[in-house]
């Protein structure tokens, strides 16, 4: 549509609101320099055009934001943060585990591990075949005597139900007794050690204290200058050489003022059959 | 947009929208708060607004605001009925300018914020129509009658002068 006398004023609003292509532009250009009489009316709508002011927005600072500042740790650090803590609690658990074995082994315990390791073994050969020996002598006198032997076919694993308190009661014993499964009542489970060898079967041996005047008498395994602390004695059965292998282990302490003069005393005996 | 791309806007745009909101509501206070309320917005939303588009997204939450409040005042028609008188107390400075900025209190609230994005910002009809969420030929239609009473109010002026 082109610029007419009809329709000029909008073409000299589209002019002044910079709407107009280049080529309408010189179009309403050329029509206002030919029309003068429409000179002050375009002059008039042109004057309507707001110029701009200074105004300035004083508080702008107020409106500056920053972002919230947040720690980010290098990745890097974070794998040798988690490598070192790693490392300080194997460590801990180590010497944990380590500490509480020794104090097993001290006091005449066998670790949780060679506890395991014993019933695996029982279970290769379920059929176990434990001896009951009774001695009332010296651990050297033992040797010398033919123990009383049965059989019976109870898996050691059963062994292992036996509670805690039953343990402790057989622990201040003065007399050393060698007995079977039979009297599984009188057994401390944690006393059953480890076996090395298929070929070798164990036998239980528990320190306990017998009521029997007689049998007290004849306890020569009750030392005079030691009182027992704890006793306990691993059997090993080795059905080849017709013999039973074993040691005694005690724990003992010299006097009740000395507590600290623990000693852990052990004897080897072998018994032929 | 980060931060640095909002204060950016800060430092470019708040006079501007200072600017077109203390002529539309000619309340420094009123003014300022609305300023402080669109830039607020805009931080809020920093993440999804594109910096090409802040400005117009500025001016779009202002002017918004802007109509509202001054729905809520009322203020449009008190202003709309004050007397010339003004006018006449300044015979002997009568500078095109003054005389302008006066006369806008003759237009509507949409006519003068339609004449400020358009002389102040330089907004094409179609910016103007997405600010103000109107289509072009409304835009353009307001745009026309508004420069045609600032025009008729000169020329009357010019006759009083």
């Known amino acids: 549509m082109d610029i007419n006398r009809n329709n000029y004023e909008t073409f000299f609003l589209n002019y002044l609101d910079r709407e107009l292509s ?8 050329k029509f206002i320099s030919e029309n003068a009489d429409l000179q002050k009316e375009f002059l008039l709508l042109q ?19 920053e972002e919230e500042k947040r720690r980010i740790i290098p990745f890097y650090r974070a794998r040798i943060a988690a490598a070192v803590a790693v490392l300080i609690l194997g460590s801990w658990y180590m010497r944990t585990i380590v500490f509480k ?6 006091s005449g315990k066998v670790p949780i591990e060679a506890r395991k390791n014993n019933v695996v073994k029982e279970n290769k050969s379920p059929a176990v075949v434990s001896h009951v020996i009774k001695t009332h002598g010296d651990a050297k006198k033992n040797s010398t005597i033919n123990p009383v032997v049965k059989k019976q076919d109870r ?119 | 947009m980060t931060a640095e791309e909002y ?32 830039f607020e917005k805009l931080w809020e939303h920093r993440t999804d607004v594109n910096v090409l588009k802040s400005k117009s997204y500025l001016f779009t939450i202002g002017y918004h605001k802007m109509i509202d409040l001054n729905r809520k005042n009322s203020r449009i028609e008190f202003r709309e009925t004050i007397p010339d008188q003004t006018v006449q107390t300044q015979r002997n400075t009568p500078r095109l300018k003054e005389l302008l900025e006066k006369a806008l209190n003759r237009l509507n609230e ?9 002389d102040y910002e ?5 910016e103007i129509a997405e600010i103000t969420g109107l289509n072009i030929t409304q835009v353009k239609v307001t745009l026309h009658r508004a420069r045609l009473i600032l025009k008729e109010w000169l020329v009357s002026v010019e006759h009083v002068l």
């Open chain 1, 101 to 106: 074995n020794n104090v097993r082994n001290l």
């Open chain 2, 7 to 38: 204060n950016d806007c800060v430092k470019l745009y708040a006079d501007g929208l200072y600017r077109f909101m203390l002529k539309s509501t000619r309340q420094t206070e009123d003014a300022r708060d609305l300023v402080q309320s669109s």
């Open chain 1, 155 to 273: 898996s050691y694993s059963r062994l292992n139900k036996e509670p805690e308190d039953q343990v402790a009661s057989k622990k201040s014993s003065s007399a050393l007794e060698i007995q079977s499964a039979d009297s599984q009542t009188g057994i401390n489970p944690e006393q059953i050690p480890t076996v090395s060898g298929t070929q070798t079967q164990v036998l239980v041996i528990v320190a306990k204290k017998s009521n029997d005047p007689v049998q007290n008498e004849r306890a020569a395994l009750k030392e005079q200058d030691f009182q027992s602390d704890d006793a306990i004695s691993v059997v090993g059965l080795n059905d080849r050489n017709k013999a039973i292998a074993g040691f005694f282990k005690k724990l003992t302490k010299r006097a009740p003022a000395d507590e600290n003069a623990r000693k852990l005393r052990v004897s080897v005996f072998q018994i032929s059959y």
């Open chain 2, 110 to 118: 949409r006519q003068r914020a339609l004449v400020l994005l358009k």
């Open chain 1, 22 to 29: 280049p080529a309408d532009r010189q179009s309403v250009e």
């Open chain 1, 47 to 65: 004057q309507t055009i707001l110029s701009p002011t200074d105004i300035i927005f004083e508080p702008k600072t107020s409106l500056f934001r």
């Open chain 2, 122 to 126: 330089g907004y094409t009809y179609e």
